[in-house]
Nanobody, 128 residues
Framework: RVQVVESGGGLVQAGGSLRLTCTGS???????????MAWFRQTPGKEREGVAC????????YYTDSAKGRFTISRDDAKNTLFLQLNSLEPEDTAMYYC??????????????????WGQGTQVTVSS
């Protein structure tokens, strides 16, 4: 299965932007475009929540309400890479952001149980 590593987090002021990157490592028989990819986030004391998801062929996207209009998920399968562009960041967006790979895409939600490979996370901190 694919292994993923996140990068790009950091400290930013409210209203600022960040671009998160998730890079996949695969075996020779596996392909990045076999996987639906998603971003999740988690703050201490809270459950991990889905943020955005993209289908294996990039044809469909899903965003949770908190991400709509501000975040953009995209993928570059030639480089085994997933992105999350974060714009108009708010202090409430402060969290550890995780990349995940799975075999299922849901049109109306993101289910953590659908994803089989997870990164270690990258911290995003938004100051007010």
């Amino acid at each position: 299965r694919v292994q993923v590593v996140e990068s790009g987090g950091g400290l930013v002021q409210a209203g600022g932007s960040l671009r998160l990157t998730c890079t996949g490592s695969l075996t020779t028989t596996d392909r990045f475009d076999y996987y639906a990819m998603a971003w999740f986030r988690q703050t201490p004391g809270k459950e991990r929540e889905g943020v955005a998801c993209i289908k294996w062929d990039g044809s469909e996207l899903y965003y949770t309400d908190s991400a709509k209009g501000r975040f953009t998920i995209s993928r570059d399968d030639a480089k085994n890479t997933l992105f999350l562009q974060l714009n108009s960041l708010e202090p409430e967006d402060t969290a550890m952001y995780y990349c995940a790979a799975g075999r299922k895409f849901r049109e109306y939600t993101i289910e953590e149980s659908d994803f089989i490979s997870w990164g270690q996370g990258t911290q995003v901190t938004v100051s007010s």
